[in-house]
């Protein structure tokens, strides 16, 4: 069976449940005396289909889910972890999944919409410390990706598809002054590495033999408060707090 057909088939059993729902809603106001029983026994016919569907859809997309999440998560460990997490909030959401046969397509879209959610609360969890110990990555790291990215020609285009990390780079380093950017890139460009303080005060414009390490560092303090504010635009907390 095709994954069109697949999707058909969990489309039909979500609205199959959610039918059952409904009969058992009518059936209880109908027999008042019987309905704390009727209840029961539709929503655990109704709670099979479901079960069903889920199934299926973790049957049907497993393997797409797991390389979507690897694209764009540190390590295949990561990856797993999120997409077990995106598949148990398709589990709570089936009931109020909105589709329709005939509209199949819409069960991958509405999936990869959780599991796109879920690699923001990762990578938000990530940066603000309320991971667990392997999650947590220190500021220093940061430097890391944005030591790439100043690598890469201050472009995410680097990657493809770009990671979430180097998307908020991109977004707090194009926040900075033109000036902040320049001294960060002769600070963290490969290229650059073997300029001496001399020739990067040169650069900048400023009298040979200032000392450009308060600059550097007031620039980077300055990409990180812009990457915080990146973090909060994705629903994440102050890493500072």
């Not at 969990?10 to 059936?27: D, F, Y």
């Not at 390389?67 to 089936?94: S, Y």
């Not at 609360?121 to 110990?133: H, I, K, L, N």
């Not at 194009?174 to 073997?194: F, H, P, V």
Request: charged content about 25%; aromatic content about 10%.
């Amino acid at each position: 069976m095709d994954t069109e057909s697949y999707d058909r088939a969990i489309v039909h059993l979500i609205r199959e449940g959610k039918s059952l729902v409904c009969q058992g809603q009518q059936q209880t106001k109908q027999l008042l005396e019987h309905a704390a029983h009727e209840e029961r026994r539709w929503q655990q016919a109704a709670q099979a289909k479901f079960e069903e569907a889920h199934t299926l859809l973790v049957r049907t997309y497993y393997e797409r889910a797991i390389e979507f999440a690897q694209r764009r998560l540190p390590n295949q460990e990561d990856a797993e972890e999120v997409v077990g997490d995106a598949f148990e909030g398709a589990w709570k959401n089936l009931p109020s999944f909105q589709g329709s046969a005939q509209g199949a397509s819409l069960v991958w879209g509405w999936f990869i919409g959780i599991l796109d959610h879920k690699v923001k609360d990762f990578y938000r969890d990530y940066y603000a410390g309320q991971a667990s110990p392997r999650q947590q990555k220190p500021k220093e790291e940061v430097e890391t990706f944005l030591r790439q990215y100043c690598d890469a020609g201050s472009s995410p285009s680097h990657a493809d598809p770009p990671s979430q990390v180097t998307l908020m780079v991109h977004q707090a380093f194009g926040r900075l002054s033109e000036r902040e950017k320049l001294i960060l890139r002769l600070y963290y460009m490969t290229a650059l590495a073997e300029l001496s303080e001399e020739q990067r005060a040169r650069i900048v414009g400023v009298q040979p033999g200032a000392n450009l390490r308060m600059p550097k560092k007031r620039a980077f303090d300055h990409f990180w408060d812009y990457f915080v504010d990146v973090l909060r635009d994705i629903g994440g907390q102050d890493p500072h707090e």
